[in-house]
């Protein structure tokens, strides 16, 4: 028996075939298919140690299956139904009134929008100037520094004209 | 449920209840009430709390109609919002015990007994089953849901794949080391040193009402 196909299961037994061992759950579980069932079903015959697991594997199953249950309060299905019916009212409120809400809510989104456009077209300036006085003062502030850079222009000419005389002078 | 009602298949009823007869979703409430709640019951252990979250499963199966594609599988929809529920309440329960510093309350097996008087079991199987109990608690949640759904309500690992979206091999595993974790507490608490240990403990846990009732 070579070490590596055994699987221990306690100290005493030892299952010779791995492969069928990590079918045991899934047999005992009942979800192999017929093939692999007859397999495994052939290999308990000899192996003691899948045996033993197996029939702990059965305990616990059978434990779990016998846990008691439990009965639905008499009371359960007019609860419930009761619930339903209150939601299906509150609905048809809803329905009711929804299309007065959707229509109010459309209207507050066109007033946003336009109130936004308002003020984004300077139609409320908060300071009190008019959007004219602004624009022409901006106006004039452009063409003065077109100005002051004309005469700076004009201004370094002259003096590269009077640099050339003098040291075409010096000559 | 009368046999009309069986006939009738759950996509046909789910139509019907789009159509506007309200009436006919008891039809679905009777027809998975019992294994909805006893889900919720084995996932929670508290009796009151399954029946208020079985109660949202269902308005929430009713709200979602809309949503359900009529292809036969209305039992994996109605068993996915149960267990999405389910997990959300474990949470919600764990982030209280957190922020208050309490753990699972005293009475909690008082709660989870409170069967209404079915099934009355003697002494050691109640003690069997309060074990057992203990074990699937400390079992991870997903374990839990896996073993459950196979196991106690014997739903194929397709079933549970539908449910939960899990693979199959995902839920293979899952419940072998659920079956695993069981056996390995369950062997644990049996021994003879620690069987005193856990009477002690259940005796505080449960105020001591079963191990009264052995006494006298």
Not at chain 1, 5 to 15: F, G, L, Q
Not at chain 1, 67 to 73: F, K, N, Q
Not at chain 2, 23 to 41: A, G, K, M, S, T
Not at chain 2, 104 to 118: A, D, L, P, R
């Amino acid at each position: 028996m070579s070490k590596q196909n055994a699987v221990h299961t306690n100290t005493k037994s030892m299952c010779t075939d791995q492969t069928v061992h990590a079918l045991l759950n899934r047999y005992q579980d009942n979800e192999l298919d017929s093939g692999p069932r007859e397999r495994v079903h052939a290999h308990l015959q000899t192996c003691k140690a899948c045996r033993e697991e197996l029939s702990q594997l059965e305990r616990i199953t059978l434990a779990v299956k016998e846990l008691r249950s439990i009965e639905p309060a008499p009371s359960f299905n007019a609860l419930l139904m009761d619930r339903i019916k209150q939601k299906q009212k509150a609905k048809s409120r809803w329905f009711a009134i929804r299309p007065v809400m959707s229509s109010m809510a459309y209207s507050l989104i066109f007033l946003l929008f336009l109130g936004l456009g308002l003020l984004i077209n300077g139609f409320f300036v908060p300071s009190g100037q008019s959007n004219h006085e602004d624009l022409a003062f901006t106006q004039l502030l452009d063409e003065s520094q077109q100005l002051s850079l004309l005469q700076v222009q004009d201004q370094t000419f002259d003096l590269l004209g009077d640099f050339n005389r003098q040291n075409g002078s010096g000559h | 449920m009368t046999e009309k009602d069986q006939i009738i298949s759950d996509d046909d009823i789910v139509k019907s209840v789009r159509d506007g007869r309200i009436q006919h979703f008891e039809v679905l409430v009777n027809r998975y009430r019992n294994r909805i709640v006893n889900f919720i019951h084995k996932m929670i252990f508290d009796y009151d709390e399954a029946h208020s979250l079985a109660q949202d499963v269902f308005v929430k199966v009713y709200e979602s109609m809309g949503t359900y594609q009529s292809q036969n599988n209305f039992q994996a929809f109605i068993f996915t919002i149960a267990k999405n529920l389910t997990l959300n309440h474990i949470k919600k329960q764990k982030r209280f015990q957190w922020f208050s510093g309490t753990k699972e309350s005293n009475g909690q097996e008082e709660k989870y007994f409170q069967t209404g008087g079915t099934q009355e079991l003697d002494i050691e199987k109640q003690q069997q089953e309060m074990l057992l109990n203990e074990g699937l608690r400390q079992l991870k949640e997903n374990q839990r849901i896996a073993l459950i759904l196979k196991v106690y309500l014997e739903f194929s690992y397709k079933k549970i794949a539908d449910i939960t979206g899990w693979s199959e091999p995902k839920i293979e595993t899952l419940i072998s080391r659920a079956k695993s974790s069981l056996k390995g507490f369950i062997q644990s608490q049996e021994q003879p040193g620690s069987s005193v240990k856990s009477k002690q403990k259940m005796q505080e846990n449960t105020g001591s009402r079963v191990l009264r009732m052995r006494s006298t």
